[in-house]
């Protein structure tokens, strides 16, 4: 009786460096692929497709999917930094002008964001650039919204909140946009009125 069937096998396709997610930092690792082999008798004989390939870490033995080779935590901080900044300049905008306090709040919650201060020709270009747009806050987050952890939208909840009460009391177009949120980023009513008195009381930080 002739036996024969298809069975995987695993072989290291290259050495490689990445960013390990399971390690917070820089590994090395080897990049994998199983490949089908068509086997006569149990015996691999024939190579037919490959299955699948994947990265494992050196350090840790985790697996990850071939894309992380591509992740840079560097370059997605730097992302996220500039979709706060924006939503920032949106909420201000949310009453068709930027003012002074507005400004320097969001000079302030940038500096807390990024460690790094905002230079004054970048802010000034991010408004110019929002003003021109026909996007309002709740367009623009709605395009990020997906991307967000709970945290994330809670910090853009903050963000937004604090920038339009920099200054007097909200205006009609900023509390229009602030309302708007809770749907645009799809919190429950109840948690969202419960985060912005929070965010109302003095010393509160989100």
């Given amino acids: 009786m002739i036996i024969w069937g298809s069975r995987g ?10 960013h390990c997610p ?8 080897s990049l994998k ?19 699948g390939r994947f990265v494992e870490c050196s350090s840790c033995g985790g697996t990850f999917a071939e894309e992380i080779l591509a992740y840079d935590p560097e370059q997605e901080q730097q992302q996220t930094n500039q979709h ?21 709040e969001i000079k302030k919650q940038y500096m807390e964001i990024a ?16 003003t021109e747009s026909a996007a309002d ?9 997906e991307t967000l952890s ?22 009609p177009g900023h509390q229009k946009q602030l309302a708007q949120l ?3 980023l799809g919190i429950p009513q109840d948690q969202f009125v419960e985060l912005i008195n929070h965010l109302s009381e003095p010393t509160a930080e989100a």
């Fill in 137 to 145: 806050l709740n367009t623009y987050v709605g395009k990020i919204a």
């Fill in 33 to 51: 692929q199983v490949r089908n082999f068509f086997t006569l008798y149990f015996i691999p004989l024939i190579p037919l497709n490959v299955a």
């Fill in 9 to 18: 096998l695993t072989s290291t396709v290259e050495a490689t460096q990445f």
């Fill in 84 to 104: 706060l900044l924006r939503v920032m300049v949106m909420a201000a905008l949310a009453d068709d002008i930027v003012d002074d306090a507005e400004r320097a």
């Fill in 150 to 171: 709970p945290h994330g939208k809670a910090l853009v909840v903050k963000l937004a909140f604090h920038t339009m009460s920099a200054g007097d009391d909200l205006q």
């Fill in 22 to 29: 399971q390690c917070s930092t820089m590994r090395s690792g």
């Fill in 115 to 130: 460690g790094l201060p905002i230079p004054a020709e970048t802010l000034d270009n991010e408004i110019a650039m929002a």
């Fill in 182 to 184: 809770s749907t645009t």
